[in-house]
């Protein structure tokens, strides 16, 4: 499976973006996905995640209530809003398949990742 993330750009302060994550196959219909990012000098943290079919979301504190996770099975793709940005969210953002139905906070539960695309908000 490989995944290809879009979407990020040079935004400032206050506004949106939405990111896609489209998988080359199917498969990952039947599996959870996430969105992680990692900022400059930083370790990769957990952003959100969703299960299979949309029905089980999983956010990080830090974005919860602006961003929003989601998917659509037909199109193998899985979305990220991202409202309200602040430049503490500057970072790759990287979306992976998980290994199960369910999606995850740990990075060692995903078995695919895309190549990342680069969020920069500024002040």
């Known amino acids: 499976v490989q995944l290809q993330a879009s979407g990020g750009g040079l935004v400032q302060a206050g506004d949106s973006l939405r990111l896609s994550c489209a998988a080359s196959r199917r498969t990952s219909s039947n599996n959870g996905m996430g969105w992680f990012r990692q900022a400059p000098g930083k370790e990769r943290e957990f952003v959100a995640s969703?299960?299979?079919?949309?029905?089980?979301?999983l956010y990080a504190d830090s974005v919860k209530g602006r961003f929003t996770i989601s998917r659509d099975n037909a199109k193998s793709t899985v979305y990220l809003q991202m409202n309200s940005l602040k430049p503490e969210d500057t970072a790759v953002y990287y979306c992976?398949?998980?290994?199960?139905?369910?999606?995850?906070?740990?990075?060692?539960?995903?078995?695919?990742w895309g190549q990342g695309t680069l969020v920069t908000v500024s002040s």
């Open positions: 969703i299960n299979w079919n949309g029905g089980s979301k």
């Open positions: 992976a398949v998980a290994r199960s139905a369910w999606g995850s906070r740990s990075g060692n539960d995903y078995q695919y």
